[in-house]
C-alpha cells in the first residue's frame, strides 16, 4: 500500500496527545505539569511527512506570497528611474523608500515568528496581505511630487505588509518538509524571481503607456490581492503551536519556547547573521541602480528596462539548484562559495562596455544572489535545535539583517551622487559582500568543531 503522507501526519498528532496524556508524574511535579524534555521530545518526534497535497499547497502559497512581496520589492530599480526622471528627489532619498521596504520586510520578522510560532499563522497572513494591498492603493493616489506620500505608502505601509506575511510564509515550510527542507526552502523564493520578472515588465510598459502611473499600480495591486486571497486559502499549519504545547487540549503540558537573549548567545548564529548582514549589505545594489547604470552608460532603453528581468529571471536557477546540492553537502558547505562568487561579480562590473556584457552580468548575479537569498532560510532553520523554535530564530536572524537593507543602498546613493561615480559604490558592495563570506566561513568551522567534540 502506498504511503500517505497527510494519513501520516494525523497519526502523529495523535500519537503526541497520547505521549503528553501517558507522560508519569512524579510527586515533586504538580498533576497538572508535564516535563519540558517529554512535551519537546514528543513535539520532534512527530513524522515530518517530507510531501503530500498540504505540504505542496503550502509551498504553492508561499511561492505566491514571495512572488507578490519580495517579487515586488526586487522591482524597485523601476520606481528608481521613475521617481528619478519625475524629480521626485535625490537618488540616494529616494533609495530609502525602497530600503526602508526591505527594512521592514525583514525586521517584522521578529514579531512575525514570534507570532507564528504561538500559532497565529492565519491571522497575520491576512492582517499583511491587507496592508500590502491597502499601501499599494493608497501609492497609486500618491502625488510624485510629494516624497513624503510616496515614504508612507510604498516605504511603510508595503514594507509593513510584506513584512508580516515573509518570515511566516518561508517558517511554515518546516512544518512539513525536513529530508528536503532546503530545497521546499529554495522552491518558495523562486517565486520572488518570478515576480521580478513579472513586475518590472508590466510596469515599465504601464508607466510609459497611456495607462501611466497611477492605474499601473492599480492593476499590480489587483494582481496581489487576487493571488494573497489564494496564498491565504492553500497554505496550513501542521505541528502544535508553543501555546498549545504550554497547554495541551488536557491542560497538562508547560513548554518553554527559546529566549532571545539565548539565541543572541549563540556563538554560530551571530557569526551567520553578521556574515549575512555584511552580503545583503551590498547584495541589492544592481537591482536598484542596473537599470540606471545601463541608461547613465547609453546603452540601450529597451535593455535598461528589461535587466531587472533577465537578473530576476536567472535567479530562478539559482534559488533552486544549489538548494538540491545543500540538501546532500549542507548548507554552508554552499552558502560559503555562493556569498563569494556574489562578490566577485560585483567588481566585475568595472568591465562592463556593452549590451553584452550587462547580459552575461545580469544572468551569472542572478544565479549567485538569488542562491544566497534562498539559502539564508534553510541555514537558520539547520541552527535551530527543534522546529517549534524555528519561527523566533528566524525572525530574529532576518530582523538583525534588516539594517543592512536599511541602510546599504542609500549609502550606495550617496557614493554614486550627481555625477554618477560608479567606482565607489561597486567597490563599497563588493568589498562588504566578501567580507560577509568570511564570517559564514567562521560559522562553519565553530559548527564543525563543536560536530568534532560532540563525536568524541
Known amino acids: 500500500m502506498d504511503h500517505d503522507p497527510d494519513m501520516a501526519e494525523d497519526v502523529s498528532m495523535?500519537?503526541?496527545?497520547?505521549?503528553?496524556?501517558?507522560?508519569?508524574?512524579?510527586?515533586?511535579?504538580?498533576?497538572?505539569?508535564?516535563?519540558?524534555?517529554?512535551?519537546?521530545?514528543?513535539?520532534?518526534?512527530?513524522?515530518?511527512?517530507?510531501?503530500?497535497l498540504r505540504a505542496w499547497l503550502t509551498v504553492c502559497g508561499g511561492w505566491i506570497v514571495l512572488f507578490c512581496t519580495f517579487g515586488y520589492a526586487s522591482s524597485f530599480g523601476v520606481y528608481q528611474a521613475y521617481y528619478q526622471a519625475a524629480g521626485t528627489s535625490t537618488a540616494s532619498n529616494i533609495s530609502w523608500i525602497g530600503s526602508f521596504q526591505l527594512f521592514l520586510m525583514f525586521a517584522m520578522g521578529l514579531p512575525a515568528g514570534k507570532l507564528f510560532d504561538e500559532g497565529f499563522f492565519r491571522h497575520i497572513q491576512a492582517s499583511?496581505?491587507?496592508?500590502?494591498?491597502?499601501?499599494?492603493?493608497?501609492?497609486?493616489?500618491?502625488?510624485?511630487?510629494?516624497?513624503?506620500?510616496?515614504?508612507?505608502?510604498?516605504?511603510?505601509?508595503?514594507?509593513?505588509?510584506?513584512?508580516?506575511?515573509f518570515v511566516p510564509a518561508l517558517s511554515v515550510q518546516a512544518h512539513h518538509w525536513k529530508r528536503r527542507r532546503a530545497l521546499a526552502m529554495?522552491?518558495?523564493?523562486?517565486?520572488?524571481?518570478?515576480?521580478?520578472?513579472?513586475?518590472?515588465?508590466?510596469?515599465?510598459?504601464l508607466f510609459h503607456s497611456s495607462v501611466g502611473f497611477r492605474w499601473g499600480i492599480?492593476?499590480?495591486?489587483?494582481?496581489?490581492?487576487?493571488?494573497?486571497?489564494?496564498?491565504?486559502?492553500?497554505?496550513?499549519?501542521?505541528?502544535?503551536?508553543?501555546?498549545?504545547?504550554?497547554?495541551?487540549?488536557s491542560g497538562l503540558a508547560q513548554v518553554v519556547t527559546p529566549s532571545i537573549?539565548?539565541?543572541?548567545?549563540?556563538?554560530?548564529?551571530?557569526?551567520?547573521?553578521?556574515?549575512t548582514f555584511l552580503v545583503l549589505w551590498g547584495l541589492f545594489f544592481p537591482y536598484f541602480y542596473l537599470q540606471i547604470f545601463i541608461s547613465s552608460h547609453g546603452l540601450s532603453n529597451n535593455l535598461a528596462f528589461y535587466s531587472l528581468s533577465i537578473l530576476n529571471a536567472a535567479s530562478i536557477?539559482?534559488?533552486?539548484?544549489?538548494?538540491?546540492?545543500?540538501?546532500?553537502?549542507?548548507?554552508?558547505?554552499?552558502?560559503?562559495?555562493?556569498?563569494?562568487?556574489?562578490?566577485?561579480?560585483?567588481?566585475?562590473?568595472?568591465?562592463?562596455?556593452?549590451?553584452?556584457?550587462?547580459?552575461?552580468?545580469?544572468?551569472?548575479?542572478?544565479?549567485?544572489?538569488?542562491?544566497?537569498?534562498?539559502?539564508?532560510?534553510?541555514?537558520i532553520a539547520v541552527l535551530s535545535r527543534n522546529v517549534s523554535g524555528i519561527g523566533i530564530r528566524m525572525g530574529v536572524g532576518f530582523f538583525l539583517t534588516s539594517f543592512a537593507n536599511l541602510t546599504g543602498t542609500p549609502i550606495n546613493g550617496v557614493l554614486l551622487g550627481d555625477t554618477f561615480a560608479w567606482w565607489k559604490p561597486i567597490l563599497f558592495s563588493g568589498i562588504t559582500v566578501i567580507a560577509g563570506s568570511s564570517f559564514l566561513l567562521m560559522a562553519r568551522q565553530v559548527l564543525s568543531r563543536a560536530a568534532e567534540k560532540n563525536r568524541l
Open 14 to 52: 495523535t500519537s503526541l496527545r497520547k505521549d503528553l496524556e501517558a507522560t508519569p508524574q512524579t510527586a515533586d511535579s504538580p498533576s497538572h505539569v508535564v516535563p519540558l524534555e517529554s512535551v519537546q521530545r514528543a513535539t520532534n518526534d512527530i513524522a515530518i511527512p517530507d510531501g503530500g
Open 128 to 165: 499583511g496581505a491587507f496592508l500590502y494591498v491597502f499601501g499599494l492603493f493608497m501609492l497609486s493616489l500618491a502625488d510624485t511630487r510629494k516624497y513624503y506620500q510616496i515614504f508612507l505608502s510604498q516605504g511603510i505601509c508595503l514594507g509593513l505588509g510584506s513584512g508580516l506575511m
Open 186 to 205: 529554495g522552491i518558495v523564493p523562486t517565486g520572488s524571481s518570478i515576480g521580478g520578472i513579472v513586475y518590472p515588465v508590466m510596469l515599465n510598459q
Open 218 to 249: 492599480r492593476a499590480s495591486a489587483f494582481l496581489s490581492l487576487g493571488l494573497l486571497v489564494i496564498a491565504n486559502c492553500i497554505m496550513s499549519t501542521r505541528l502544535p503551536s508553543a501555546r498549545q504545547q504550554r497547554t495541551s487540549s
Open 261 to 275: 537573549n539565548g539565541i543572541l548567545l549563540d556563538r554560530p548564529f551571530m557569526l551567520a547573521v553578521a556574515g
Open 317 to 379: 536557477l539559482g534559488r533552486t539548484l544549489p538548494n538540491l546540492l545543500a540538501d546532500n553537502i549542507g548548507q554552508f558547505n554552499v552558502l560559503v562559495p555562493i556569498s563569494t562568487g556574489t562578490g566577485v561579480l560585483l567588481f566585475a562590473i568595472f568591465g562592463i562596455h556593452d549590451p553584452g556584457g550587462v547580459i552575461v552580468f545580469a544572468l551569472l548575479y542572478g544565479f549567485f544572489s538569488g542562491a544566497f537569498v534562498s539559502l539564508v532560510p534553510p541555514t
